[in-house]
Protein backbone atom coordinates (compact mmCIF):
# COMPACT_ATOMS: atom_id res chain seq x y z
CA UNK A 1 0.00 0.00 0.00
CA UNK A 2 1.83 3.13 -1.00
CA UNK A 3 1.88 6.30 1.53
CA UNK A 4 1.11 9.61 -0.21
CA UNK A 5 0.36 13.16 1.34
CA UNK A 6 -2.90 15.07 0.93
CA UNK A 7 -1.38 17.59 -0.81
CA UNK A 8 -0.18 15.23 -3.58
CA UNK A 9 -3.18 13.25 -3.25
CA UNK A 10 -5.23 16.16 -4.20
CA UNK A 11 -2.48 17.26 -7.24
CA UNK A 12 -2.32 14.00 -9.05
CA UNK A 13 -5.68 12.71 -7.85
CA UNK A 14 -6.35 11.26 -11.51
CA UNK A 15 -3.19 9.60 -11.35
CA UNK A 16 -4.23 8.00 -8.25
CA UNK A 17 -8.03 7.08 -9.12
CA UNK A 18 -6.75 5.12 -12.52
CA UNK A 19 -3.69 3.22 -10.34
CA UNK A 20 -6.84 2.33 -8.03
CA UNK A 21 -8.89 1.14 -10.81
CA UNK A 22 -5.89 -1.14 -11.56
CA UNK A 23 -5.83 -2.73 -8.59
CA UNK A 24 -3.15 -0.69 -6.42
CA UNK A 25 -4.07 0.75 -3.00
CA UNK A 26 -3.00 3.87 -1.42
CA UNK A 27 -2.83 5.57 2.65
CA UNK A 28 -3.59 9.56 2.61
CA UNK A 29 -2.07 11.08 4.98
CA UNK A 30 -1.62 14.92 6.33
CA UNK A 31 0.99 15.65 8.56
CA UNK A 32 1.90 12.43 9.04
CA UNK A 33 -1.11 10.86 9.94
CA UNK A 34 -3.17 8.44 7.96
CA UNK A 35 -6.65 10.15 7.11
CA UNK A 36 -7.97 7.57 4.84
CA UNK A 37 -7.38 4.75 2.16
CA UNK A 38 -8.01 4.40 -1.46
CA UNK A 39 -8.29 1.04 -2.93
CA UNK A 40 -10.10 -0.91 -5.59
CA UNK A 41 -13.77 -1.58 -5.31
CA UNK A 42 -14.66 -5.43 -4.71
CA UNK A 43 -17.60 -7.29 -5.73
CA UNK A 44 -19.19 -6.56 -9.39
CA UNK A 45 -20.19 -2.88 -10.48
CA UNK A 46 -23.69 -1.61 -10.23
CA UNK A 47 -25.19 0.07 -12.66
CA UNK A 48 -28.37 1.98 -11.74
CA UNK A 49 -31.04 2.89 -14.41
CA UNK A 50 -34.48 4.88 -14.24
CA UNK A 51 -37.39 2.54 -13.19
CA UNK A 52 -35.09 -0.52 -12.11
CA UNK A 53 -37.29 -1.02 -9.14
CA UNK A 54 -40.47 -1.34 -10.52
CA UNK A 55 -40.05 -5.19 -10.81
CA UNK A 56 -40.10 -5.38 -7.50
CA UNK A 57 -42.33 -2.33 -6.33
CA UNK A 58 -44.54 -2.18 -9.19
CA UNK A 59 -45.78 0.88 -10.31
CA UNK A 60 -46.41 3.69 -8.46
CA UNK A 61 -50.38 4.48 -7.81
CA UNK A 62 -52.02 7.67 -8.07
CA UNK A 63 -52.96 7.93 -4.49
CA UNK A 64 -49.25 7.95 -3.66
CA UNK A 65 -49.43 11.47 -5.13
CA UNK A 66 -51.91 13.13 -3.01
CA UNK A 67 -51.85 14.88 0.17
CA UNK A 68 -50.77 13.16 3.13
CA UNK A 69 -53.22 13.00 5.94
CA UNK A 70 -52.84 15.07 9.36
CA UNK A 71 -50.46 17.45 7.41
CA UNK A 72 -52.77 19.62 5.91
CA UNK A 73 -51.91 23.30 5.67
CA UNK A 74 -53.73 24.95 7.59
CA UNK A 75 -51.67 27.06 10.26
Known amino acids: MKVIPSYEAKS???EI?????E???FVI???????AELRPC????????QGMMREQFGP???KFHGALEGFGGGG
Open 29 to 35: TRNGKRM
Open 17 to 21: LRAAS
Open 23 to 25: GES
Open 12 to 14: KFS
Open 60 to 62: VRE
Open 42 to 49: QGPEIRRK
